[in-house]
């Protein structure tokens, strides 16, 4: 009787048959402090995360990094080199002149292309890793010694790894007083030789970097492309 009256109490019903609900003890709610693999797991996902979320950044701010540098390339103040009278670079021949001064280019080479009333300035510099290119003049390309580029009369790709076309110059062509006789050519960086004189002289400015249409971009680094992912990506 007493051992029934002890078991009635702790259930709550002193001196009665007890059969209602009865307590239970609360579930134990796991803990993921002391998991090491939970901890390793945790880590590493956040590490996904982050890694994503930085490649997600660079492919967004690149682009417009890229944006504002362009804008700088086109500076008007840029510094133009006088590469002599325009009777240096007989029309419809391609001519190989090594650019001097205080220009921060002047180790560059410049083949200066002057077909069909425009000229074209190309830089010597590999799109690859930066070799010196040399003109072949029966083929009328340009051939890198390094790694096997080669360039068709317009620098753009025809074989080997560079990843976009020759680099240019702007140009322009000022008359006997140094006044521009026109402007900086619109067309690919070239220039109308329509009106000019042969006494009028050549100048090269900022040089910059095109695509495969001959689009202008900003100057580029060897092994740089200039569209695609990769080149949102570079130099990463
Ligand atoms: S540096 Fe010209 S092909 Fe490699």
Same mark, same amino acid.
């Given at each position: 009787m007493a051992e029934s009256q002890g078991n009635d109490a702790q259930n709550g019903t002193p001196g009665g048959q007890y059969s209602g609900p009865r307590a239970i003890d609360p579930v134990q709610e796991h803990s993921h402090d002391d998991d090491p693999d939970f901890i390793t797991r945790t880590r590493f996902l956040s590490g996904v995360a982050i890694a994503g979320g930085a490649v997600l950044s660079a492919a967004i701010l690149v682009p417009i990094v890229g944006f504002a540098v362009t804008d700088a390339v086109k500076d008007p103040k840029a510094q133009w080199v006088d590469l002599g009278p325009v009777s240096n670079f007989p029309d419809g021949q391609t001519t190989s002149i090594a650019v001097s001064g205080t *220009?921060?280019?002047?180790?560059a080479r410049v083949f200066v292309r002057n077909r069909a009333g425009q000229i074209i300035a190309l830089w010597n510099r590999c799109a690859h890793l930066g070799c010196p290119v040399e003109y072949f003049k029966g083929g009328d390309n340009y051939v890198c010694p390094c790694h096997g580029g080669a360039y068709d009369t317009l620098g753009l790709v025809v074989a080997g790894p560079p990843p976009r076309p020759l680099d240019r110059f702007n140009v322009k062509v000022v008359d006997g007083t140094g006044k521009s006789v026109g402007g900086v050519g619109t067309v690919h960086g070239s220039w109308s030789?329509?009106?000019? *004189?042969?006494s009028d002289h050549l100048l090269v400015g900022t040089p910059f970097s095109i695509n495969s249409a001959q689009k202008a971009y900003r100057l580029h680094d060897p092994g740089e492309p200039v569209t695609g992912v990769l080149s949102n990506l570079y130099p990463f």
């Amino acid at each position: 009787m007493a051992e029934s009256q002890g078991n009635d109490a702790q259930n709550g019903t002193p001196g009665g048959q007890y059969s209602g609900p009865r307590a239970i003890d609360p579930v134990q709610e796991h803990s993921h402090d002391d998991d090491p693999d939970f901890i390793t797991r945790t880590r590493f996902l956040s590490g996904v995360a982050i890694a994503g979320g930085a490649v997600l950044s660079a492919a967004i701010l690149v682009p417009i990094v890229g944006f504002a540098v362009t804008d700088a390339v086109k500076d008007p103040k840029a510094q133009w080199v006088d590469l002599g009278p325009v009777s240096n670079f007989p029309d419809g021949q391609t001519t190989s002149i090594a650019v001097s001064g205080t *220009s921060p280019w002047s180790d560059a080479r410049v083949f200066v292309r002057n077909r069909a009333g425009q000229i074209i300035a190309l830089w010597n510099r590999c799109a690859h890793l930066g070799c010196p290119v040399e003109y072949f003049k029966g083929g009328d390309n340009y051939v890198c010694p390094c790694h096997g580029g080669a360039y068709d009369t317009l620098g753009l790709v025809v074989a080997g790894p560079p990843p976009r076309p020759l680099d240019r110059f702007n140009v322009k062509v000022v008359d006997g007083t140094g006044k521009s006789v026109g402007g900086v050519g619109t067309v690919h960086g070239s220039w109308s030789t329509a009106g000019i *004189s042969q006494s009028d002289h050549l100048l090269v400015g900022t040089p910059f970097s095109i695509n495969s249409a001959q689009k202008a971009y900003r100057l580029h680094d060897p092994g740089e492309p200039v569209t695609g992912v990769l080149s949102n990506l570079y130099p990463f």
